[in-house]
């Protein structure tokens, strides 16, 4: 094995990338039946992952699917693997899909097993280049299904709406539903008006409930920024001084370009900084 050999861990085991197995039943693959997490690793350390593991649990509990291991465990396989990838800073991925077995039926099979699979991937995540221009986005027609505070992997409405913003040279798409932004294909939406008011949705079925944004929020509490939750439209985001969003893979990233209008001075504002600043201190000493 050279040392570039990636480990993933499926059902129980660490393994090279390549000797990795899931069956073609499974119902993750077949009907997009599972759920996952995504926990940013820093300095070695996953942050934020109480938090993750407990979304997890509650997007298992609404779809009735039983994860193969207790959460303690599951917690013990993620260091596991982070070390064995030898991740200093980047993300692990964990998905929990039904299993399945042969002949493909729609209702839950009494004999499935769920499967658990994770991997990681390196990032630099301290330094990344988009938080020193801020990054671009679109906004798209919303698609998704109703139930977006469960953390499926039902992304086919992401992944559509990614690849559109790639296309039109952006980095990442807006959906918008009744007039209002409700999130990012892989991020929580925020502006920030009248220099300290932050303005954000709340986390109801309408949008996944952001592990950065509660902990972002946490951060808010303990500055003067003002927050305020609320829906907010594009336009609100054409004007406003500052436009973010939040990822457990970006952190926090300024949005300083909506469809063909500027925000703000055009650059990634001081509230924006300022909370990443604080999120990643935070993150570091936690
Ligand atoms: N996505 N909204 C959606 C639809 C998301 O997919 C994500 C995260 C977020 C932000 O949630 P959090 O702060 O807990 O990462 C909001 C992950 C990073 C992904 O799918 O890769």
Not at 24 to 43: C, K, M, T
Not at 267 to 274: C, F, L, Y
């Amino acid at each position: 094995m050279n040392a570039a050999t990636q480990y993933v861990y499926v059902n129980g085991e660490i393994v090279p990338e390549n000797d990795a197995k899931i069956s073609v039943f499974d119902r993750g693959f077949l009907f997009a039946d599972g759920v996952y997490e995504v926990s940013s690793i820093l300095a070695g350390k996953l942050i934020d992952n109480d938090m993750h593991l407990k979304r997890l649990q509650r997007s298992l509990d609404e779809l009735e699917l039983t994860s193969p291991l207790t959460m303690e465990d599951l917690n013990a396989a993620q260091i596991a693997l982070v070390e064995k990838n030898a991740v200093d800073q980047g993300m692990l991925y964990l998905q929990i899909t039904r299993g399945g077995t042969a002949p493909r039926q729609f209702h839950f099979p009494k004999d499935a097993k769920p499967s658990l699979v994770m991997f990681t991937q390196h990032k630099n995540l301290l330094e990344a280049p988009e938080f020193e221009t801020g990054i671009t986005a679109i906004t798209i027609p919303e698609i998704r299904w109703k139930r977006r505070d469960i953390k499926s992997v039902a992304l086919l409405a992401q992944a559509l709406g990614k690849q559109q913003a790639v296309a039109a040279g952006a980095d990442e798409a807006l959906m918008v539903e009744n007039g209002n932004i409700t999130e990012g294909t892989s991020s929580t939406a925020f502006i920030v008006v009248d220099g300290n008011k932050v303005i954000s949705r709340r986390a109801n079925t309408e949008i996944l409930n952001g592990i950065t944004r509660q902990a972002v929020l946490q951060l808010i509490e303990e500055t003067d920024i003002e927050f305020i939750e609320r829906r907010f439209t594009p336009e609100e985001a054409y004007s406003a001084d500052e436009l973010f969003i939040t990822s457990a893979s970006t952190f926090v990233h300024p949005v300083v370009k909506l469809d063909d209008r500027t925000i703000g001075t055009g650059k990634p504002g001081s509230v924006a900084t300022r909370l990443r600043e604080l999120y990643i201190a935070s993150a570091m000493s936690s």
